[in-house]
């Protein structure tokens, strides 16, 4: 069995500062990881997503993640945040099989103008 | 290129009422999945479907049936709307085959009164 654990359900930070939004994930077998964002009364879209290869992946709107396969994080990052990126952040896991999905319950990123 | 079609956006139920909840998705995906999301919660499997034909149960599975209808279609159906079950339903879908991400529907907000 896989899960995800969001560790913040809130955070809000100021317009221009980075933001660190975390996610620890289990799992017996090798992984797909995701982040995704949720804009109001949308669906959710995908930021970004690590396969395999570098354990740096970039995404879109300036975001990026950091797999570490030692300490089973996959941490979602952005060095400057602005007003727009207020949303709520998944972070998802699924097996290679990529028959399910588990998802974390989600971050809330606030930002403070 | 619709992408993730679900039907419809909002729909008010009494206690008892029956209803389906119908997606589809025009990317020619296998899998294809219906998730509710709750707050605090994050978003949970009700059931999956890996390819046509076949239907899997996923986390909270109780109270909703499904049917793949084609490789195109995937519907939920609430035989006995409960309150519990208000809630905002996604449905998703991906192709396992090449590692794809899940593309989500907008979403159908359903109260139960």
């Known amino acids: 069995a896989q899960s995800v654990t969001q560790l913040d359900s809130q955070v809000p930070v100021f317009e221009e500062a980075p933001v660190e939004l975390r996610c620890n994930y289990s799992s017996s077998v090798s992984v797909y990881l995701f982040w995704y964002v949720q804009y109001p009364n949308q669906g959710l879209q995908l930021l970004l997503k690590y396969l395999s290869g570098s354990t740096l992946v970039k995404g879109i709107n300036g975001f990026e993640a950091e797999f570490n396969k030692s300490q089973t994080s996959f941490h979602l990052r952005k060095p400057s945040v602005h007003i727009s990126d207020t949303a709520e952040y998944f972070c998802?896991?699924?097996?290679?099989?990529?028959?399910?999905?588990?998802f974390g319950i989600g971050t809330k990123l606030q930002v403070i103008p | 290129n619709a992408g993730v079609t679900q039907t419809p956006k909002f729909q008010v139920l009494k206690t008892g009422q029956s209803m389906t909840l119908q997606c589809a998705q025009d990317m020619n995906h296998n899998s294809m999945y219906w998730y509710r999301q709750d707050p605090g919660m994050g978003l949970r499997l009700i059931y999956y479907s890996a390819s046509e034909g076949t239907t899997d149960k996923g986390e909270v599975p109780n109270g909703y049936n499904v049917s793949r209808l084609n490789k195109r279609e995937f519907s939920l159906r609430l035989e006995s709307a409960a309150p519990s079950q208000t809630s905002v339903y996604f449905c998703?879908?991906?192709?396992?085959?090449?590692?794809?991400?899940?593309?989500f529907g907008q979403g159908t907000r359903l109260t139960v009164v």
């Open positions: 998802a896991v699924s097996d290679r099989g990529y028959q399910k999905v588990t």
């Open positions: 998703a879908s991906s192709d396992p085959g090449t590692a794809t991400e899940a593309f």
